[in-house]
């Protein structure tokens, strides 16, 4: 085998011979890399420069050279607001009632799933019976599509679901669950913190599995309770790792779309309406489909996400520097 | 020398087969149409393609089957992008004009006039558009259908033909009472079904010169109405209130479930009702309600277009006037159980193949709703963009049902949003 591997690499020895004899050293690995670059430019890095031009202008016409430049018109509109915290009052209404939903959705579901995700990796660090068929039973959602998520939910919750007919079975009074702009928006949290929370919960537990054993010996060795050793050893040496899952989980609560697209398909009205659904809408299921606008909400979705990216790079980079 | 003649003749074997090959490809024509079926309408219409297809060797006309959505949402984008079918069955006759094959120069022209006459305009850019573009495949009219059986245990009256939308409400309130049935009414969640019945409390749409302006007194009388029986339950809360966006959603699931009274709907449900309720109930249409401004339905429905991005504009525009032809149009009317919007097809009659009784009945009772519906519909129906005004409907209308917004401000918002469409719309 290791013979079949030297002829292999002493046979295109020659050819790289030759490159870095007629382009030099750097040259050739900007060859090899050209592939990788130019498969990332046409579907990475063109469609943000796109989706930016797009964002500066009008019509609903699709090809860029039917559109009009409106310069910053479509941010101006976005933005146009007496009252951020009153939907109502602003230009684009259902534009800042996504933001609203979204902001809530986030804290909500993020405190909520970190949260959850701790107290799941704690129990399932422990020495309990069945621990492995735990951990897959926390883990199976994360496998599922959104779409399967959503639709098992939504057969649970509706009017005819499992839960009413429960409730019914029991003398309880069935409720529409999904048509109350409330509870929808709680079953919206609940069923996404339930579809992702065992990913989280595996980077804690690894995360929880990496604390050397001897602290907790040595604690154990002083009397320690366990809420103290909870507070003092456990929670200040997995911050590192809470750190990274509270910023994925951010980023991924604000691109959230379809699951609760699939879900409510944002309703009652625009109660569970996330900014993702509201850039859809307005580009593609809105008559006339109003490019510009989808753009530029993207575009400032786009900012908001690259905040959060940053922070979570530069956590990261201190956690390796430590 | 044998071994030559051989190799000559192989030679020429090869040649002679390749150029046969090549030929048969040069003349192999693929067109695409894009259907969605609200029951067996792609399924008839690859019946009579078969029929195409073999008076036309060497043609194949491939039938992609979509959800309604994807006619909705998903082939304007295509067209704007330039990947579209080569031809489709589309509801947004006049909003996706900019993209429609002028037919005329490839089929009889004075066979279309004569034949689909006023439907030829809701697919035109204008009044001064004289091209022939679409074949309108469907006439729809929205209307009601209610559970007799229901009225019959109830031993309510089943209101007149002038009954008012009040009549109706009251009466479907008393029938679901007394026979513990969930919902007296319910209205398919869609800009274009309610329409009509804010036109028949005297929504007038446009204004004096002409100008499309959606929201006036009568149009907002309507949807106080409408919203106020979305809160006191006398509509089915879950269909408009249930869902978000513009998406579109309909009640069917329910009536035939008997979990209904009264389904405001369309003509184009017959077919479903008649195969999905079976012998459970008994049904009728009792077409739209009445209010100051008429008793108005909206006409609307589906038509076959060939868009100019084709390859094949003649074999395309062949298609479409073969589906046109008089005795395929017959059968598809026939088979699919619609209205037929060719006057002559209209004129002989259709013998609804296999239609029980009931369903018979019903498609007379569409039939005879048509006289009824008002100028401002048929106006409606042909306005350029009534589907981005059908959108801004649903979106403001569910919005005052759930309270986010009240029937004055979703109004207030409804103005707003048909001056932005109208400014962006090109």
């Given at each position: 085998m290791l013979n079949v591997i030297s002829i292999f690499m002493r046979f295109i020895e020659v050819p790289m011979k030759f490159l870095q004899d007629k382009l030099g050293l750097k040259t050739p690995a900007w060859l090899f890399l050209a592939p990788n670059l130019v498969l990332f430019a046409l579907f990475a890095f063109l469609p943000v420069i796109l989706n930016i031009v797009y964002s500066l202008t009008g019509t609903d016409q699709i090809l860029l050279s039917d559109r009009t430049f409106v310069g910053g018109e479509n941010f101006s509109v976005l933005a146009r607001c007496d009252n951020y915290l009153d939907p109502n009052s602003c230009s684009e209404d259902l534009f800042w009632r996504a933001v609203h939903n979204t902001v809530i959705f986030v804290v909500l579901q993020v405190g909520l799933m970190v949260g959850f995700s701790l107290l799941t990796a704690l129990v399932l660090n422990r020495?309990?019976?069945a621990r492995g068929f735990f951990r897959a039973v926390f883990f199976f959602p994360v496998l599922l599509s959104p779409v399967v998520v959503a639709l098992i939910w939504k057969w649970i919750l509706q009017r005819e679901g499992v839960l009413n007919a429960w409730m019914e079975g029991v003398g309880l009074e069935s409720f529409n669950?999904?048509?109350d702009a409330s509870w929808a928006f709680g079953w919206t949290v609940f069923l996404s913190i339930w579809a992702h929370m065992g990913f989280y919960t595996l980077i804690l537990l690894a995360g929880l599995q990496a604390i050397p054993r001897d602290v907790y010996e040595a604690a154990m060795m002083d009397r320690a309770s366990p809420w103290r050793v909870f507070r003092r050893i456990t929670l200040p040496l997995l911050m590192p790792t809470m750190l990274v899952v509270l910023v994925l989980a951010l980023i991924k609560g604000v691109q959230t779309f379809d699951e609760v697209f699939a879900f409510?398909?944002?309703?009652?009205?625009?109660?569970?309406?996330?900014i993702i659904q509201y850039i859809y809408e307005t580009g593609f299921a809105a008559t006339p489909r109003l490019f510009g606008l989808a753009s530029a909400a993207s575009v400032m979705l786009a900012l908001i996400l690259v905040v959060l990216t940053v922070v979570q790079l530069w956590i990261n980079r201190r956690n390796v520097n430590g | 020398m044998s071994i030559k003649m051989n190799l000559i003749k192989l030679a020429a074997g090869t040649a002679t087969l390749g150029a046969a090959m090549g030929m048969s490809a040069a003349f192999a024509q693929e067109i695409k149409y894009m259907c969605s079926s609200d029951g067996t309408e792609c399924e008839v219409a690859r019946e009579i393609f078969d029929r195409f297809e073999a008076e036309n060797p060497g043609v194949t006309i491939k039938i992609d089957e979509v959800p309604y959505k994807a006619i909705l949402e998903s082939l304007p984008v295509q067209l704007a992008g330039g990947t579209g079918p080569d031809f489709a069955k589309v509801t947004d006759l006049g909003g996706l004009n900019k993209y429609y094959l002028d037919l005329t120069p490839y089929v009889d022209a004075a066979y279309w006039e004569d034949s689909f006459g006023g439907t030829l305009d809701w697919y035109r850019k204008g009044p001064d558009d004289k091209g022939i573009y679409g074949m309108h495949s469907q006439l729809t009219i929205t209307g009601a259908y209610i559970n007799t059986t229901l009225f019959e245990q109830a031993g309510v009256a089943i209101p007149g033909p002038d009954a008012t939308w009040d009549d109706w409400a009251e009466a479907t309130r008393a029938v679901a009472k007394a026979t513990e049935t969930k919902f007296p009414m319910a209205m398919d969640r869609s800009g274009h079904r309610i329409a009509g019945p804010a036109i028949s409390y005297g929504a007038k749409l446009f204004d004096a010169d002409g100008n499309f302006i959606l929201v006036d007194d009568g149009f907002t009388g309507y949807v106080q109405k409408f919203v106020d029986w979305n809160n006191d339950g006398t509509m089915a809360r879950d269909v408009w209130a249930g869902i978000g966006g513009t998406s579109y959603q309909d009640a069917s699931k329910e009536f035939i479930n008997g979990q209904l009274v009264y389904y405001y709907s369309g003509s184009w449900n017959v077919e479903k009702l008649e195969d999905q309720v079976g012998d459970a109930f008994d049904w009728e249409v009792v077409g739209s309600p009445c209010g100051a401004g008429g008793c108005s339905g909206m006409p609307g429905g589906a038509g076959v277009v060939g868009f100019a991005s084709t390859q094949h504009p003649e074999l395309v525009a062949k298609a479409i006037d073969y589906l046109a032809r008089e005795d395929n149009y017959t059968e598809m009317t026939a088979k699919t159980q619609n209205i037929p919007a060719h006057l002559g097809v209209a004129a002989k009659g259709v013998d609804y193949v296999g239609a029980t009784p009931i369903a018979g009945k019903a498609i007379n009772a569409w039939g005879q709703q048509v006289g009824k519906i008002s100028p401002v519909a048929f106006a409606y129906q042909g306005y350029k963009h009534n589907r981005a005004m059908f959108n801004i409907t649903v979106q403001r209308v569910t919005q005052a049902i759930v309270g986010e917004l009240t029937v004055e401000q979703a109004m207030d918002r409804a103005k707003l949003d048909v001056a932005k469409a109208l400014a962006e719309a090109q």
């Amino acid at each position: 085998m290791l013979n079949v591997i030297s002829i292999f690499m002493r046979f295109i020895e020659v050819p790289m011979k030759f490159l870095q004899d007629k382009l030099g050293l750097k040259t050739p690995a900007w060859l090899f890399l050209a592939p990788n670059l130019v498969l990332f430019a046409l579907f990475a890095f063109l469609p943000v420069i796109l989706n930016i031009v797009y964002s500066l202008t009008g019509t609903d016409q699709i090809l860029l050279s039917d559109r009009t430049f409106v310069g910053g018109e479509n941010f101006s509109v976005l933005a146009r607001c007496d009252n951020y915290l009153d939907p109502n009052s602003c230009s684009e209404d259902l534009f800042w009632r996504a933001v609203h939903n979204t902001v809530i959705f986030v804290v909500l579901q993020v405190g909520l799933m970190v949260g959850f995700s701790l107290l799941t990796a704690l129990v399932l660090n422990r020495e309990i019976k069945a621990r492995g068929f735990f951990r897959a039973v926390f883990f199976f959602p994360v496998l599922l599509s959104p779409v399967v998520v959503a639709l098992i939910w939504k057969w649970i919750l509706q009017r005819e679901g499992v839960l009413n007919a429960w409730m019914e079975g029991v003398g309880l009074e069935s409720f529409n669950w999904l048509l109350d702009a409330s509870w929808a928006f709680g079953w919206t949290v609940f069923l996404s913190i339930w579809a992702h929370m065992g990913f989280y919960t595996l980077i804690l537990l690894a995360g929880l599995q990496a604390i050397p054993r001897d602290v907790y010996e040595a604690a154990m060795m002083d009397r320690a309770s366990p809420w103290r050793v909870f507070r003092r050893i456990t929670l200040p040496l997995l911050m590192p790792t809470m750190l990274v899952v509270l910023v994925l989980a951010l980023i991924k609560g604000v691109q959230t779309f379809d699951e609760v697209f699939a879900f409510t398909g944002g309703g009652p009205g625009s109660a569970t309406t996330l900014i993702i659904q509201y850039i859809y809408e307005t580009g593609f299921a809105a008559t006339p489909r109003l490019f510009g606008l989808a753009s530029a909400a993207s575009v400032m979705l786009a900012l908001i996400l690259v905040v959060l990216t940053v922070v979570q790079l530069w956590i990261n980079r201190r956690n390796v520097n430590g | 020398m044998s071994i030559k003649m051989n190799l000559i003749k192989l030679a020429a074997g090869t040649a002679t087969l390749g150029a046969a090959m090549g030929m048969s490809a040069a003349f192999a024509q693929e067109i695409k149409y894009m259907c969605s079926s609200d029951g067996t309408e792609c399924e008839v219409a690859r019946e009579i393609f078969d029929r195409f297809e073999a008076e036309n060797p060497g043609v194949t006309i491939k039938i992609d089957e979509v959800p309604y959505k994807a006619i909705l949402e998903s082939l304007p984008v295509q067209l704007a992008g330039g990947t579209g079918p080569d031809f489709a069955k589309v509801t947004d006759l006049g909003g996706l004009n900019k993209y429609y094959l002028d037919l005329t120069p490839y089929v009889d022209a004075a066979y279309w006039e004569d034949s689909f006459g006023g439907t030829l305009d809701w697919y035109r850019k204008g009044p001064d558009d004289k091209g022939i573009y679409g074949m309108h495949s469907q006439l729809t009219i929205t209307g009601a259908y209610i559970n007799t059986t229901l009225f019959e245990q109830a031993g309510v009256a089943i209101p007149g033909p002038d009954a008012t939308w009040d009549d109706w409400a009251e009466a479907t309130r008393a029938v679901a009472k007394a026979t513990e049935t969930k919902f007296p009414m319910a209205m398919d969640r869609s800009g274009h079904r309610i329409a009509g019945p804010a036109i028949s409390y005297g929504a007038k749409l446009f204004d004096a010169d002409g100008n499309f302006i959606l929201v006036d007194d009568g149009f907002t009388g309507y949807v106080q109405k409408f919203v106020d029986w979305n809160n006191d339950g006398t509509m089915a809360r879950d269909v408009w209130a249930g869902i978000g966006g513009t998406s579109y959603q309909d009640a069917s699931k329910e009536f035939i479930n008997g979990q209904l009274v009264y389904y405001y709907s369309g003509s184009w449900n017959v077919e479903k009702l008649e195969d999905q309720v079976g012998d459970a109930f008994d049904w009728e249409v009792v077409g739209s309600p009445c209010g100051a401004g008429g008793c108005s339905g909206m006409p609307g429905g589906a038509g076959v277009v060939g868009f100019a991005s084709t390859q094949h504009p003649e074999l395309v525009a062949k298609a479409i006037d073969y589906l046109a032809r008089e005795d395929n149009y017959t059968e598809m009317t026939a088979k699919t159980q619609n209205i037929p919007a060719h006057l002559g097809v209209a004129a002989k009659g259709v013998d609804y193949v296999g239609a029980t009784p009931i369903a018979g009945k019903a498609i007379n009772a569409w039939g005879q709703q048509v006289g009824k519906i008002s100028p401002v519909a048929f106006a409606y129906q042909g306005y350029k963009h009534n589907r981005a005004m059908f959108n801004i409907t649903v979106q403001r209308v569910t919005q005052a049902i759930v309270g986010e917004l009240t029937v004055e401000q979703a109004m207030d918002r409804a103005k707003l949003d048909v001056a932005k469409a109208l400014a962006e719309a090109q």
